[in-house]
């Protein structure tokens, strides 16, 4: 069967067709635009606020578990930002900043707590952060929302955007915190698309305001393990959207024991590592103890608050005060018996590293070192793993003198 073709003006009218062509939108002619060669001096530096963490005119994302430490950091960070300070290890480009901390799931005694506390241990007064630190509570009454949905239709609320861009220009802000992102908004938090159109938002602000918008997040559940930057509770769009992303990790039992720290110690260190640093090249993770700082606000009977406060800490090396002289010592006995690498047996290699050192294998401070220490004589060749025969005629795994210098 033909079928006769269509007549739209007969069907709908000649000045229909005519009107709607000339309301249509126009389309913008497609060119490519030759590059302009430039003298790369005069290319401007990238607008590093605080380290390599913050750029301005962009967001970043923190990503941490619970009991991490991220109020305690984000209670240093602001302090170091707005008194132009890097006791936290981390360049504050171009002196003191104008900050504002907003969070919405404490109240003013407990960030108060973190402030103070943080301010005490690095003796800054008021005047180290006079008219340059701003603080707002959800809990007590400065709620945040941009965005709703309402009978399943999903709306940026646009009006707030606008509000908090003029308020960040009026008082000239240069990093924004919002801790946590998860209450800045009532929109599910694993739907991608919205996720996605509420960070561009913030992103937006941050464009258009010149500064660094942080958004605090907290890890999934069901994350284990490591953090990383897809540890991130809900929708990825978040830190996809972010130029830079900060995942907090508390230290592991395994890492405790390499480095001769006690489980009762373990808690108090905490890694800061960019998991996406896509602007600026990869840096090794930033490690902080967690010390305890007192108030003074005892009153009465009852002791006064003890905050934990972030400082930087360095890893401590195995190799403190192991010589050359130390692995030739291990080498020799090495060399005239049979050593095991299996930590179970009784003649596992580190009771040889035990012996020189003056070490104890029962220790789990001083197992963990002997082992960092054995696999890194390992990978630099000093000592080796050979399979070969037991006294059963067993094929055991055995740590014998690699490379030999004489």
Known sequence: MTVAPRDFADEIGD?????????AKPVRLVQATPYAWRDPTTIPPRPWVYGRWFLRGTVACVVAPGGAGKSTMLAGTALALASGQDFLGKKVWEGPKLVW???????MDELSRSIQAAAIHHDLTPDDVAGRLFVDSGMEGAGLCTAVETDGQFRLLEPIY?????????RRIDVLIVDPFVSSHEVEENANSKIDKIAKAWGRVAK??????VLVHHTSKAGAGDVTAMSARGAVALVNAARSTLVLNRMTDEQAQELGITPEQRGRYVSVADDKHNRAPA?????????????????DHHPGDSIAVAVPWALPDPFDDVTAQ?????????????????????QWAGHA???????????KADKGRIKSILRQWISNGALKVERRKDGSRHDRPFIVVGRRDD
């Open 283 to 299: 840096e090794k993770a930033d490690w902080y103890e967690l010390i305890s700082v007192g108030l003074g606000n005892g009153v």
């Open 15 to 23: 000045s229909a067709i005519v009107a709607a062509i000339h309301s």
């Open 353 to 363: 590293v035990a012996q020189v050192l003056g070490l104890n294998t029962d220790n």
């Open 208 to 213: 258009a305001a010149n500064c660094v918008i």
């Open 162 to 170: 606008e509000a908090l861009t003029a308020e960040i220009n009026r």
């Open 326 to 346: 130390h692995l030739e010592q291990v080498k020799r006995i090495i060399d005239g018996g049979e050593w095991r690498e299996n930590m179970q047996s009784a």
């Open 101 to 107: 901390l907003w969070n919405l799931e404490d109240d």
